[in-house]
């Protein structure tokens, strides 16, 4: 085999955390806080199914099997849009939509139209690892804002701003994700104004407002904009299907969309359009506000449990209203990843905190996802984080 | 709007001229040779509305709409490697094949995984134009090695690989796109030998390969490899559908195939599940051979009519025996970008074969697709590309 060398951009990045840690995931009764999936109960498989079947067999069979326009399917376009102006309260045109595969393509098409090597991309911290790992990737120069209750702290990012001049700051503004935390209507204005005045793109990555539990939807970033500086990602990963693969990107800067749809046309060339049509059609089949009541319903249960049994525990629980997960901080000597290796002996996974620290550190940190779990799952894979933490 | 400073990746590239040519055809009635669509007619929406339907309410329904693999959903990968072996001749471990969206991606990725800016990628002059906007974005160097009927020139290969110590070598070895010319059996195990003499990795990018219309099938430049330097590309889109988006990379270097996953994770996390089942399901079904029986019948009748409608028109139309193309020089004073203006108005569209060029020229060529015209659109565009030639 020959001794291949790889590009450097690849120079210290190992692939996600919580990937590998999957792979230790295979035994039977294993309880994962681990992911970030959704319920199997959220997945609507029979009404998909069917959707699937009329759209191939319908008007636009064929279409859908053809070549695609790489700035997306026309009826996802328009639902989006319609999502956005329903759901998100952002009027838009549909001109200023583009479809990405994932959300976490939208990430990856920004940092390529606007970051070389060395170039600051300001990130909270923590953040979430698929972006930070897509950041490296892109040679960025990652530099963390530290965030409070309220969200990502205002002074500190306009001292990065000054002293870093960044292309971008990448934020998750409802239910973070590692830690559950929102941003304050008030920081978001602040946001905004900060981007202006200092000329740097904000990537507002929203994929969890839907999934509010209690408390009142806030305004975006992106609604506070004046100078087409935030682009707003949303994805229907987490409110529909996350194996189909359909997020967006809402660009108002024209240049900007040119450049992403440039790089897309030779990534992908355009999302598989039978899953751009499976989101269109449930959209406009107004499927979505009843099953959005249903897994509401299911996951603010899920997410009580959780916090009822972490109580018992000698651990720092943040609050959080919405979202999949629930950040922790145990004691400062903890180290989460040593823990990790004995909560799987006794049947529970989380992730470790560190990993989504740009700089790592934090070894006491750890990241539980509750909404791929049954309440009873709860109960046990809390009991076995305790007795881990016991065996310390 | 705030005037952004783009990553520098981008300079100079504008976006695929296809795709620019294809939002000049919206006219009735306008034929356009300019694509490299499948037929409508090829495309079997009513199966695979059927296919869609089982698989979403079969057993793996609610798997196929949570998260997946990065490496790629198992069926597919199963299904792949039989076709592989059946049909490409090709025996690899379902482990070696990494599924991708579209072989668009896998260039993409192959590129990330293996160019720094400035690294030289060599390819074939002319080559197909998606892929050099890729290797463009990549920053990569690229030089191109002449062509004549028997595939790329060995000798100018060697020199080329001395003078640049290439990182990478892309070919399109059957029926290529634009020429549509086949690769010999001695070129192919010249090309192997030479990687490994110098160390360069070979893209051979092989979607058309099935899509032969006489003649017969030449073993793989793969299969002349020993030391794990040649990546082999397939399809689906071809064959099945273009819009499904599913492509795969064999890849026997196992570090290689982890900077591809590495890639891919933060680039779209994985195909879209329904896409990758679609396809899986369809040659898991035993349909390939009856489909692809049709459509080879459908195109060797288009082929063969452009081919003798082209007989009476003052160009040299390359010899092919199979794919989606026929290649033609015009007249060396002929410039066929001015020319296309003139075919547009007389309602036929094609691509001017400068495009395929990484160093532009070659002005009197131009590439036409048959295979998503009826014959009796293939007669009256060809009649309009007389007429518009008359003009001149």
Same mark, same amino acid.
């Given at each position: ?50 959707? =699937? ?18 700035? /997306? ?30 959300? *976490? ?24 690892? /698929? ?24 002074? =500190? ?23 559950? @935390? ?19 793109? @904000? ?6 407002? %839907?999934?509010?539990? =209690? ?10 904009? *004046? ?20 997020? =967006? ?13 440039? /790089? ?55 609050? *959080?209203? /919405? ?57 046990? %894979? ?11």
């Amino acid at each position: 085999m020959y001794d291949l060398q790889f590009a450097r951009r690849f120079d210290g990045v190992s692939g996600s955390a919580i990937r590998d840690i999957f792979k230790l995931l295979g035994q039977p009764g294993m309880i994962s806080f681990a992911g970030g999936n959704p319920a199997w109960d959220a997945l609507d498989n029979e009404t998909l199914s069917q959707i =699937a079947r009329d759209v191939l067999a319908g008007p636009d069979g064929k279409a859908l099997l053809q070549y695609g326009a790489t700035e /997306g399917w026309k009826p996802l376009r328009e639902q989006t849009a319609r999502f956005l102006r329903e759901e998100v309260g952002i009027d838009v045109a549909e001109s200023e939509i583009l479809p990405t595969t994932g959300s *976490t393509q939208a990430v990856d098409l920004l940092l390529k139209a606007l970051v070389n090597p060395g170039d600051t991309v300001l990130v909270e911290g923590p953040s979430f690892l /698929g972006s930070l790992q897509a950041m490296r990737i892109y040679g960025a120069n990652l530099v963390e804002i530290p965030m409070d209750e309220q969200g990502l702290d205002i002074d =500190a990012l306009e001292r990065a701003a000054i002293a870093y001049r960044p292309k971008m700051l990448y934020t998750i503004p409802n239910f973070q994700n590692p830690t559950g @935390v929102t941003l304050s209507t008030a920081r978001r204005k602040e946001i905004a104004r900060l981007a202006a005045r200092y000329g740097f793109v @904000v990537a507002e990555d929203d994929p969890y407002r %839907g999934l509010r539990y =209690a408390g009142n939807h806030l305004p975006s970033i992106f609604s506070f904009d *004046t100078e087409g500086l935030v682009v707003y990602l949303t994805s229907f990963s987490k409110l529909i299907s996350p194996g189909t693969r359909v997020g =967006a990107a809402v660009v108002k800067n024209p240049q900007l969309l040119r450049k992403l749809v440039i /790089g897309k046309q030779s990534t992908d060339l355009h999302t598989p359009l039978i899953s751009q049509a499976l989101v269109a059609e449930y959209l406009a089949r107004d499927l979505l506000g009843a099953h959005m009541e249903k897994i509401l319903g299911m996951y603010a249960r899920q997410l009580q449990t959780m916090q009822r049994e972490l109580a018992a525990l000698p651990v720092k629980v943040f609050p *959080t209203q /919405g979202g999949l997960f629930v950040w922790c901080a145990l004691k400062a000597d903890v180290d989460t990843v040593a823990l990790l290796q004995k909560c799987i002996r006794n049947g529970v996974a989380y992730v470790p905190g560190t990993h989504f620290y740009a700089n790592g550190g934090h070894l006491n940190t750890l990241r539980l996802n509750f909404s791929n779990s049954t309440p009873e799952q709860i109960v046990q %894979g809390v009991a076995a984080l305790k007795k881990s933490m016991e065996e310390e």
